[in-house]
């Protein structure tokens, strides 16, 4: 991994003031520097369960569908708490990170591509639960200029409908590195279920009325589909 690991424990100490007791997040994507992902993998892995030791929950997720060039990786720590995120950062500058951080500069095996905050719409929300998350798809809209309350109600009415044909979703506003996008993230037990969904929405004359209706709310950036590698929760 190269010098911008350090991203992975260094982001901004702002942003979570308005949440108490919800699930917060933070993602880091890394895109290996060879064909071959192992080290970065492995190294990730060693980062996770230091993180954990400081207060995160950490899953990492590798890119199926949404990628390109080498193979690439989501690195996303969460929190139940401001104390809990504390308590990681303040682990920022510890002799075992540094020692982390020298091993990993002297043999890189991934960059980073961009690290952001998300901020999930759902209060009661908690880290734990994404620990038996499976397959996962993600929609990222950018919400266009007067029509936040459309967006919201939108993905609101479009979560209550995904929920009741089988997938598990979560929403997020993007706070510190983001520019305002939402992410409307939808997982599953296997890629089964993923199947199973995909087959009913495709079906669900509903869900065309609400997509007709919302038309000109939000402007569609981009998907992407993976799975998940590990969870320090499980």
Sequence with gaps: MSKAMRW???????????????????AFRWQANSSSPAG??????????????????VGIYRMDVGGSGYPTFDYILRWDSAEAWAKTKEANANEEWQA?????????????????????????????DFAQ?????????QPNAGKAAAVYAAFSRAKEMHTAMGAKVSIYNEGVGGTGKVHYVMSFDDWADMAAFGDKVAASEEFRFLQAAAAGAATPIGSIQGEPLYYTGQ
């Design 8 to 26: 992975i424990v260094v982001c901004c100490l702002a942003g979570f003031t308005g949440m108490v007791s919800a699930e917060r997040l933070e």
């Design 40 to 57: 970065l993998v492995q190294g990730m892995m060693t980062a996770a369960k230091m993180h954990e030791k400081y207060g995160a929950q």
């Design 100 to 128: 982390f951080w020298e091993q990993a500069a002297a043999s890189p095996s991934g960059n980073l591509m961009y690290s952001l905050e998300g901020l999930n719409w759902d209060a009661s929300a908690k880290a734990a």
């Design 133 to 141: 998350d499976g397959p996962y798809r993600v929609y990222v809209w």
